[in-house]
């Protein structure tokens, strides 16, 4: 059964380059090679995974009538940065739900989400969790009454629309494999919300990419994910009835989320440091920095044995840095 793509919009930077690290691979490879897929590079501003998730979503709230955006997540949230500067770029009012007390300083994602003209509610963390469902039926309710549609995007952007940006990337993976001569490859991309290893899992299964999608999780555990990546696959073929059936194999590399969400040790932040100085790739220390010393730490104990090529997925979160600049300068 041929695969048919629902309604999406141009506004990530595609093609993303697919590039060799040499020099990583000389100092971490031990015999493999490490790769990098730069979905940092979707955008500017406008940059990283969630970008490819809202080409789906704004589309669906375009053509369901929808003139706002209501989405929810932590303060440095690149996700509602992103939503936030689509929203901007395509007319549509954004809200956004953070988790965490109003900080006294702009900066970073929540700096750009202001920039962008976003309204921002920020909720105690407590309350957030509590509450977050009837939050957003409060506002959904809130801009009715003022005439206006909005769309609930879910955390991350991750549910069956979302999937698609993944599923849709991994096309472009394939003709990477196929310029690179790689027959056999482990793909390794931080997991958060899920819907990124979702796309991945399911869109390497759909375009046969001779490729294991694994996730390295940045917080709750390897179940968590497991089910949510069912979830998000159970909720794609619920709503879009006519895909192909495939079968959903998630896995994850737990054991490297540190002391928790958004909290790196001194080590993360020194392997940022020298992959930055090493090839001119800067990681962030809330996930692409974990998930790429996951994936070497999983490499040093043998779990992608016999598989030469390492692909990593750089799902950008740059302005994420800025805000943890301390750990960079231990002094400070
Ligand atoms: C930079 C970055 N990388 C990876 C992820 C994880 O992606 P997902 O939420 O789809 O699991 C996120 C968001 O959570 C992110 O902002």
Not at 19 to 29: C, N, P, S, V
Request: aromatic share 8%.
């Amino acid at each position: 059964m041929a695969l048919v793509y629902p309604h999406k919009l141009d506004l990530a930077l595609t093609p993303t380059p697919f590039q060799l690290l040499g020099r990583a691979t000389a100092k971490w490879g031990r015999g493999h090679r490490l790769w990098v897929k730069r979905d940092d590079l979707t955008g500017c501003t406008l940059s990283g995974n969630k970008v490819r998730k809202l080409e789906f979503i704004a589309a669906h709230a375009i053509d369901t009538g929808c003139d706002t955006l209501i989405t929810c997540g932590g303060l440095q949230s690149n996700h509602c940065r992103a939503t936030a500067l689509a929203g901007a770029q395509l007319g549509l009012k954004v809200h956004l739900l953070l988790r965490g007390a109003e900080p006294a300083e702009w900066e970073g994602n929540f700096l750009l989400d202001h920039l962008a003209g976003a309204e921002v509610s920020c909720y105690p963390k407590k309350q957030y969790v509590a509450e977050i469902g009837q939050l957003f039926e409060q506002w959904q309710a809130h801009y009715a009454a003022a005439g206006r549609k909005a769309l609930a995007i879910p955390t991350g952007g991750s549910d069956g629309i979302g999937v698609w940006g993944y599923i849709a990337a991994c096309e472009e993976l394939q003709s990477d494999f196929a310029a690179a001569a790689i027959e056999s490859a482990h793909i390794v991309t931080a997991t958060g919300s899920g819907g990124t290893q979702a796309g991945l899992t399911l869109g390497a299964a759909l375009h046969d990419l001779p490729a294991t999608v694994w996730g390295v999780n940045v917080c709750d555990d390897e179940q968590y994910f497991l089910d949510k990546i069912a979830s998000d696959a159970g909720q794609w073929r619920e709503r879009y009835p006519g895909v192909p059936g495939v079968d959903v194999a998630p896995r994850v590399l737990d054991g490297h989320v540190g002391p928790g969400y958004a909290v790196a040790t001194p080590e993360i932040f020194e392997l940022i440091a020298d992959l930055a100085a090493l090839e001119g790739l800067v990681l962030d220390p809330v996930y692409t920095g974990k998930a790429f010393a996951g994936m070497l730490k999983e490499l040093a104990d043998g779990r992608f044995e016999g598989v030469r090529d390492i692909v990593f997925i750089h799902t950008g979160g740059v302005f994420g840095v800025f805000p943890q600049r301390a750990g960079f300068q231990p002094g400070l």
